[in-house]
């Protein structure tokens, strides 16, 4: 890609992050704003009709009772058969009747001068109830502010309650009332109304969701231009680079595995043996394996390398499954020579792998040539301690000697040898 054609791309990049950005914060703004103004509205409205219901519950029933010689109408009215609620008990029923505390809806009524039988349950409870108590007047008659109830936002309103001329004389002369002044229009308390700011709403959510969509739908018609402009120039840049990766990738793993066989190669075999010998707690006892098969040049000369490679591959999958899990490493590392590395294996273990490594080979078989029989020769080196100082060239010449002893002996056997820095030359 040229470097004009960088500038397009990065112009349009850094324009496209701005205005996601900026039309984030407009549709979370928005959002907050359509949450607040609903709540706003809604508890305008239960507030005005908590406070219809509680005067007209004190002009319409209370104050006719209250004409009547046998039925009392009180705070503590459950302690008697012939009573009821007053308007103020009336009222915080049914504020606690309405409230869903778990949703974070919440309605109170309190005033600074409960009677003495509610003081605790029905003076002002928090902070906000205590300002609202000192903002609120015939003046300014609604106080709200934004607050955390339970980890989520909430809309706190609290609204005057004046007193009424229907309910200044049991005020001003009931033994518990803590004051006897009160005058017709005086803030006698507040109704306290807590609505959670979540936009759950038929109409906050489409607004938003219209919002999100414009601003998805604008998005991608910016992007599709922006990218349909630089299509053609980057067609060959994008195909070049997927070469460049798949050549990468071929050449990363043709570093570390043989082509043939298809296990580790004598590259990976060094990395691994190093990292063994420089491992600072390694898991031994430790096993380190060379075999190669016998007299396989001459298969070679005799049957071609056509069979000679098809011999190597069939050979690596006998051993193979003649070895533990994966933990056990397989690698080939000249022609016909191949290592093995077993961690945490005991004596007898090893003797058992070593016998299934050799029945195995034996048990190969050529279908191009089926009368083809192989066998191996296979050298050890068992190393149950690190000394300082050694290095895996002395245990490779172990292992390396202990497979000529095989060779020497005549071939198709196994010979262990137990390493130690004494041992070696």
């Known amino acids: 890609m040229s470097s004009s054609q960088n500038k397009v791309l990065s112009f349009f990049a850094l324009f496209f992050i701005l205005m996601a950005i900026i039309s984030l914060i407009a549709i979370q703004k928005l959002e907050y704003s359509a949450s607040r103004a609903l709540a706003s509205r809604t508890a305008e409205v239960l507030a005005s009709a908590i406070n219809q219901a509680r005067v007209s519950y004190s002009v319409n029933a209370a104050a006719k009772i209250r004409l009547h010689p046998d039925i009392h109408v009180q705070a503590n009215y459950r302690d008697h058969n012939l009573a009821i609620p007053n308007p103020a008990t009336f009222a915080i029923e049914l504020g606690q009747s309405i409230s869903r505390p778990d949703e974070g809806f919440i309605l109170s009524t309190y005033s600074k001068y409960p009677f003495k039988g509610r003081k605790n349950s029905a003076g002002p409870q928090d902070d906000f109830q205590q300002d609202a108590l000192e903002k609120l007047s015939t003046k300014n008659n609604v106080f709200e502010r934004v607050e955390t109830l339970n980890g989520l936002p909430v809309l706190r309103r609290a609204e005057a309650i004046f007193m ?85 990738l071929l050449l990363n793993e043709l570093a570390y595995k043989d082509a043939l066989t298809k296990i580790a190669n004598r590259r990976y075999f060094d990395e691994v043996s190093k990292a063994m010998i420089n491992d600072v707690d390694p898991i031994l006892p430790i096993a380190l394996i060379f075999y190669d098969l016998d007299y396989f040049k001459a298969v070679n000369d005799c049957f071609g390398h056509d069979i000679g490679d098809e011999c190597l591959v069939a050979v690596v999958n006998a051993v193979s499954k003649a070895l533990r899990q994966k933990s056990d490493f397989h690698a080939r590392i000249g022609g016909d020579e191949f290592a093995i590395i077993l961690k945490n294996v005991s004596k007898d273990e090893l003797e058992k792998i ?60 196994w010979v262990n040898k137990e390493f130690s820095t004494i041992t070696v030359d």
């Open 164 to 248: 009424k001329e229907s309910c200044i004389g049991c005020h001003n002369s009931h033994l518990s009332s803590p004051r006897k002044d009160w005058k017709v229009g005086d803030v006698r308390g507040a109704l306290d109304i807590t609505i959670p700011l979540t936009a759950d709403t038929d109409d906050v959510a489409m607004t938003v969701g219209y919002a999100y969509v414009m601003f998805t739908s604008f998005s991608g018609i910016g992007l599709f231009c922006m990218f349909f402009t630089l299509k053609r120039s980057n067609n060959l840049t994008k195909e070049l680079e997927l070469k460049v990766e798949e050549r990468t």
């Open 354 to 413: 070593i016998v299934r490594i050799l029945d195995n080979i034996r048990l190969v078989n050529i279908p191009n040539e089926p009368t083809l029989s192989l066998t191996c020769s296979i050298g050890s080196s068992f190393i149950t301690k690190f000394s300082e100082g050694t290095t895996i060239n002395q245990v490779l010449k172990v292992a390396d000697q202990a497979l000529y002893q095989a060779k020497s002996q005549g071939r198709n056997q």
